[in-house]
């Protein structure tokens, strides 16, 4: 049965991924796309109570929930998150000698891609029920030098980053990061795709693809990661891409028509 095009500004197709299975080695049942323990944040949208800095024309909560993307945005297969997903143990949480891969690797983790400091405005998990990816979509606030200083390292990953070691729970991976196109959309923007591979004597041992997306939008910014196990499909994150960063703009717009 062929994937549906996903229902965005774009012209794109979602192509089905062919997923690897988990190697027999203690990386576990990998292949399940999501948990319901443990997720902090309910499989609905979540908004932060933290306001965006005085500079910025304010958003409420109600326009920071419009801003987001859904499932019916990406149409089918996308549906609300279950949890999530047990590769983010198993394979983000891990550590490497560079400090600028280390710092990657903290990021991606704790969803944190604009650093510790941003405020998270408003965010949304989405799980693809045919492939098992899961994406992770955010509206941040921050400085705009901030933002666009964080942008500017993104861009300098593929260089410093492009293929490193890391150690996980379940042994060693092999991570390589490489910058990723991107929609003209918001005022600054970065891509970068970033594959983490179990280092296995098995050819099925489990390969992590992540596709990882910033954009800021004046004060506010989008942080975007689709991942799986698997070749995950870009044309996902660039929908995202630019369905959000639109909806941002216009939320943006109505803040300032309200102070």
Known sequence: ??????RTVIASTLSAAALLSASACSYGDLG???RAVGAPDSPA???GASSAPAAAPTLTEAQARAALISAEDLGEPWV????FATWRDAMLKADTEKADCKR???????EE??????RTRASVGLDDEWDEAQLRYQIVAHRPEDLDRTLKWLAGLPEKCGEFTAIAGGGELTVKV??????EAGDARQGLRIVLGAVSEYDDAPMLTLHVAAVRVGDDAIAITNGGLGDVPADATSAAVELGTRRLAEARKRGRQDV
């Open 45 to 47: 949208a979540t908004v």
């Open 104 to 110: 990657l690797l903290d990021a991606l983790y704790a």
């Open 178 to 183: 490489s910058e990723a196109e991107m929609p």
């Open 80 to 83: 609300p998150t279950k949890g």
């Open 32 to 34: 399940q796309a999501a």
């Open 1 to 6: 049965m062929p994937r549906p095009p996903a």
């Open 113 to 118: 891609l604009f650093g510790p400091d941003a």
